[in-house]
Structures are given as structure tokens and as C-alpha cells.
């Protein structure tokens, strides 16, 4: 099987994965959203450590302690991963798995955004087409849910800043979880301790498969993040792309058929102006990609 194959089957696997998350959370009640959160990390702290020893990293977790610089922007994305990570908790606790969705099919959008204001990038036109599409759909969904969609935007914004700050550090996915899980740990097993003392945990009170329910968050969280990174390194960036929207589409079912959520005909029409973006977005990136392909040909004839 040819390398891009490999790279193809992990991409699917990580997305699907990554799709399918809210089956599992709802899993861990009568736990409350911290509780589930403090878990996750905890034990996402320990499965990274164990993986860093094996997967033999620690030479890159050190020098990742040696640079101010990369360790101040991933003390951004440990923020910024916590508050997603306790955002889509919440969400798909609390009957908002289609919300939910919405945040992963505007990410993209929010992350050319951020380009444009942090980094200082210049959008071609098409993309302007479709952050103004897109803008258009949030207004038309807030119409319709009757206050901003909150849920989808936290999501976006903290995934779209969390990606740019990883950007930023270039450093690998292992060593960079195990860093992030681990400026975070402390707070989260104070939680979880003070929960225990004062009655209010629910590890090990529900029985041993709750119990290991709770434990597995580490390799939920380790497991697709392996497999992407895994895709990342045989795929090109158009095809992880395409594969990106393969988990929203997923929760978005999850979330209409299985978990039965409403959605009244304001809700249609602002998702499908998001899809109506996110098309433009592709069709311009592939078109964009297929170009600089051919310049580089090109140049590398004249040569």
C-alpha cells in the first residue's frame, strides 16, 4: 500500500474519530462538564507522558523548556485548548451537538481570519466572498437561535487561536500535548481533589466501567491527535483540508438523527450558507494550489 494511501486511512480514522466524540462524553454523566474536563486532562497529561518515554521525545520536551518563546505560546494554547475542550463538553452535555458542528465548519473561515489580523495575510477575493458569506450565516443563525451562537463561535475562535499558536511554535504534536495537558494539570487534580473531599465526584462511584470510561479520555484525546499527525506527514495540505470538514459532518448527523436536536428552517438556511462558504473557501484553495504548482513547474523549466 503506497505511503498516501497509509496517509489517507489515518486522516479518515482521526477525523471519524474526532466525529464521533459526542457519543462518548454523554458516557461520563452523571458527571457534571468540569468534572468530565478535569478528567480529560488529568489523564490526557499522563497518557502523553507515558507516550513522550516511549515514543522516545523527552530530548524534544526539554528543548521545548530550554525556549521562552515556544513555551509562552503554548501556555496560549493550553489556554486556549482548555476552553475548547470545556466548551464542546459543555455543548454536546447539554443538547448542542448541531452548535457544536457549526463551530468546526466556521473554523476554517475563523483561521483565515486570523491571518489577516494577527499575521498581518492578505486574502484573495474569492475568500472574501467566503468570510462575508459566513458572516452572513452567523447573522442569520443568531436570528434564528434569538442570541449569538455562542457555542460555535467559542469553539472556532479558541480552535482557530490554538491552531495558530501551535503554528507559531512548530513544534511536534507529542511533546506539544504532553507541555500543553501538563501547564493545565495542576488546576484540573486541584479540582478534581477538592471535588472528592467535599462529596462531589463521580470517579469510582458509578462503577468500574464508568471509572474507565473516565480513564480512556486520555486516549480518546491521544489516539485521533496520533493518527492526524500521523496523515499530516503523507498528505497533502488540500487533502487534509477536505478531510477537516469530515468531523462536523459527522457531529452534524449525530446531532439531527441520533440526538434528535431541532432544526427549524432559520437554522437551514444559516447552515447552508455556511456550506456555501466553506465551498467557495475549497474550490478557491484547491484552484490557488493547483496554480502555485504550476508556477513552480513552470520556473523550474526556465531554469
Do not use: C
Amino acid at each position: 500500500m503506497p505511503p498516501a494511501r497509509h496517509g489517507l486511512s489515518y486522516g479518515v480514522a482521526a477525523y471519524l474519530l474526532w466525529g464521533m466524540f459526542p457519543l462518548y462524553w454523554p458516557l461520563l454523566e452523571p458527571a457534571g462538564p468540569v468534572e468530565m474536563l478535569g478528567q480529560r486532562i488529568v489523564w490526557s497529561t499522563l497518557t502523553m507522558g507515558v507516550l513522550v518515554v516511549a515514543l522516545r521525545r523527552t530530548a524534544q520536551l526539554r528543548a521545548i523548556l530550554r525556549d521562552r518563546r515556544v513555551m509562552l505560546l503554548l501556555v496560549v494554547a493550553a489556554l486556549t485548548v482548555t476552553s475548547n475542550w470545556a466548551t464542546y463538553i459543555y455543548g454536546v452535555t447539554n443538547e448542542r451537538v448541531v452548535e457544536t458542528s457549526l463551530g468546526y465548519f466556521i473554523n476554517p473561515l475563523v483561521t483565515v481570519l486570523l491571518g489577516v489580523v494577527v499575521l498581518g495575510e492578505r486574502l484573495r477575493p474569492l475568500q472574501w466572498v467566503a468570510v462575508g458569506v459566513g458572516f452572513a450565516a452567523v447573522g442569520v443563525l443568531t436570528w434564528d437561535y434569538g442570541h449569538l451562537p455562542y457555542v460555535a463561535l467559542v469553539l472556532a475562535f479558541s480552535f482557530g487561536t490554538y491552531g495558530l499558536a501551535k503554528k507559531s511554535a512548530n513544534v511536534g504534536a507529542i511533546e506539544s500535548l504532553a507541555f500543553e495537558t501538563s501547564v493545565i494539570a495542576p488546576f484540573a487534580a486541584a479540582y478534581l481533589v477538592w471535588l472528592t473531599a467535599t462529596g462531589g465526584s463521580h470517579f469510582g462511584t458509578e462503577g468500574v466501567g464508568h471509572a474507565a470510561l473516565m480513564v480512556s479520555s486520555g486516549l480518546i484525546t491521544a489516539v485521533p491527535l496520533m493518527l492526524f499527525g500521523a496523515a499530516a506527514t503523507r498528505l497533502s495540505l488540500v487533502a487534509i483540508g477536505l478531510l477537516q470538514y469530515l468531523a462536523p459532518i459527522i457531529q452534524f448527523a449525530l446531532g439531527v438523527v441520533v440526538f434528535d436536536e431541532a432544526m427549524p428552517t432559520g437554522r437551514w438556511i444559516g447552515f447552508a450558507l455556511v456550506w456555501v462558504a466553506l465551498t467557495l473557501f475549497t474550490v478557491e484553495a484547491i484552484r490557488h494550489r493547483r496554480r502555485q504548482i504550476a508556477l513552480t513547474v513552470a520556473t523550474a523549466a526556465a531554469a
